[in-house]
């Protein structure tokens, strides 16, 4: 019964404009109420300040609703640790619910991903930024990155015209961080955000609901152990092979040397 979750939340960011290179169209709206341009300025300082950040890592704990055929959600999960250093590093670690393990890289010249699991990994050139390397690995590579806009410095921008709507909620804590929650809509998805109230507005969690997929499946994330100042080390961004993996490449580059029509998920097999 196990239908494991694939590029749909990167697909669907794509689709929506949450993880788009080119800019999108804002359908005109009447003027806002006080409660919408508190949330909309809550947004923006939120986008404006992880945009401005020249490092920082943090743990994340993810959950995602996988729609059965007889329309039972079923929830699986993930925790990924995240380490940024701009213009052009950055690390995750993913582990699954069930154990597996994968490392994805940029060193400002290859995005390297390794499976701990099948001692396997792939590596393509990509020079350039960070926000070139996650435009890359997501929309050519085909692979998954869940919340992949929050990492690049094009959030403030790319966000606003794709909003449709917005509006606070409320005021209050999450595991005893004053947080501010606001509530919006994009064309495809509704999304929440808690924001933490001060300084310092980084997301503690985040809700997004895929209104218009069947069943209407939900993706949130906990935040935890934000560092504005990491430590780096010198290895921290370098991938040296454990004894005995091999390199294999990504499934998209097969696909396309073969010239066979590409599969919706190129990491984990199928979708939702």
């Not at 410095?153 to 595991?175: K, M």
Request: positive net charge; glycine residues 8%; proline residues 8%.
């Amino acid at each position: 019964m196990k239908l494991r979750w694939s590029n749909w939340l990167a697909g669907v960011l794509i689709c929506t404009g949450l993880l788009a290179t080119t800019p999108g169209r804002c359908a005109e709206t009447p003027a806002l109420t006080d409660s919408q341009r508190e949330a909309a300025a809550l947004f923006k300082n939120m986008s404006a300040y992880l945009a401005g950040l020249q490092s920082f890592s943090v743990k994340f704990r993810a959950g995602y609703d996988v729609v059965q055929a007889t329309g039972q959600k079923i929830e699986f999960g993930e925790t990924r640790s995240v380490v940024l250093a701009r213009p052009d590093r950055l690390r995750v670690e993913e582990v699954g619910s069930d154990g597996k393990r994968d490392l994805a890289l940029f060193d400002g010249r290859d995005i390297t991903v390794f499976d701990a699991d099948a001692a396997v990994y792939a590596k393509a050139p990509q020079p350039g930024t960070v926000d070139d390397a996650l435009v890359y690995f997501v929309r050519d590579l085909r692979m998954r990155m869940p919340l992949a806009l929050l990492l690049t410095t094009r959030l403030p921008d790319a966000l606003p015209s794709r909003v449709q709507s917005i509006d606070f909620v409320e005021s209050t804590e999450i595991l005893g961080v004053p947080t501010d929650h606001i509530a919006g809509r994009a064309e495809n998805v509704d999304f929440q955000f808690w924001i933490t109230q001060g300084q310092h507005p980084l997301p503690l969690r985040v809700v997004i609901t895929y209104r218009k997929s069947p069943g209407q499946p939900q993706f949130w994330a906990n935040f935890a152990d934000w560092n504005t100042s990491p430590k780096i080390g010198k290895t921290t961004f370098e991938f040296s092979p454990p004894p005995g993996a091999r390199q294999i490449p990504f499934a998209v580059q097969v696909s396309r040397a073969a010239g066979t029509p590409q599969p919706p998920d190129m990491k984990k097999g199928g979708t939702p």
